[in-house]
């Protein structure tokens, strides 16, 4: 490894052993039964938390497990939790509670695990240790790459085990990775956050900012394209810091660059980039790489400068719709996607309604919109919230019925013109479907030999969050 390529890893000798403990765990789980042995693995939350799933999964196919989608045929059934809402944590809570009486039918037979975002705060830990007795091993998002050791201890001891060690700052490299997503294929470039933004629980539940190698994300894309991906989303809670004082020889717009050079017919995404550090220099490199999706997911959160202040997002509405202009200015046809938090903390009728001003503004193509959630540990939940629920509610509805209008209105122009899309099988009956390099989908009827292939598809009835058409 030279100077440019300097990076922190969990040490060779740590994988090694958890290697030795895979080999350990498949010795005993074949020792107490000849039957093949089935995990069924269930991801909520965000990208992130897939890709690490993926890399679970390829741990659990490594020990010996296959794996199904019906709880009840199970040896191993594993939440990877998400924290960034309450709404997903009382998800949680509930599947977790349903699974009692099948871990009372099934005992030994069965283990019940948690893993992710969720579990990595003391108190959810704390609660499910005293309130979830049948979860036998709970561990946080730093001890992902140590599930044959984590699992080979509660089998062979039989006793539960909580592993929610804060992070030393080490990237595992090197992992199995066993992914269902056919051609597309995610393939995170770094971990963690640096950026505290007031309301959010990320970068307490997966530390600080760490960049995987410009080297080891190149031969990842080599590998995968190489093996049929068309695809690739690059994931990062913060894209645009890929690689900030770790010494590479390249930042995250060089690395696209890199990337875009592999030979090969593949499409690059990316997610998610923070407008304080978008440049110019990232969106010039997102307009010249052929291969680099005409998408770009900025999330805004709020059009008020007071709000965007107290959110410590550390830009303002104006270097906001600056990006925005230079953006559609290099790419014409770019789709411009965001997030939204309604109802944070103080947010008055005034701070709102420049939000609504933002999203008239930019003519997203469309908007993920959440209502603030208190997030225990984080500055935002000591912050004054005068703004009753119901208040809160009828904003984001009247938010959502914006973005309906705008919506609508940017697919009825796509009418009678023709997109690439990657095929994928379709959910309704006869059509298959696809998705634009701006990630609206398209559905059309074609032979299904077309799938994981690139079709161009002419829009006939346009909808508001999706398109029919026909090959063209
Ligand atoms: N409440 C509501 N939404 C949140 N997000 C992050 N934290 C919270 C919270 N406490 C949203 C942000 C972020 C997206 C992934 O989730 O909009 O961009
Ligand atoms: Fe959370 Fe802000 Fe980091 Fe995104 S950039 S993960 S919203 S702290």
Redesign the pocket.
Known sequence: MDQTQRGRFVPDAEMARQTEYALLCRELLSARSDAPKKAYVHTYG?QGNVADSERIKGQLREIGYGFTETPDDADLILFNTCA??EHAEDRVFGNVGALKRLKAEKKDALVIALCGCMVQQPHIAEKLRKSYPYVDLIFGTFAIHRVPELLYRVLSAGRRLIEITPGDGTIAEGLPVERDRGVKAWLPVMYGCNNF?S????PYVRGRERSRTPDAVLAEARALVSDGAKDITLLGQNVNSYGNGCGFDADFPTLLRRINDIPGDFRIRFM?SHPKDCTPALLDAMADCEKVAKHLHL?V?SGSDAILKRMNRHYDRAKYLSLIEYARKVMPELSITS???VGFPGETREDFEQTLDLVRRVEYTSL?T??????QG?P?AAMDDPTPPAEKSARFRELCGLQEEIASRRTAAMKDRVFRVLTEPGDEEGLLCGRTEGNVIIKFPGDPALIGQFTDVRVTRPRTWMLYGEQA
């Not at 309301?199 to 990320?202: A, L």
């Open positions: 965000c960034v809402r933004c309301y959010c629980i990320v998610t999330p959160q997030d939204i938090i993920f959440f209502i603030y959630s208190k997030r984080t935002a």
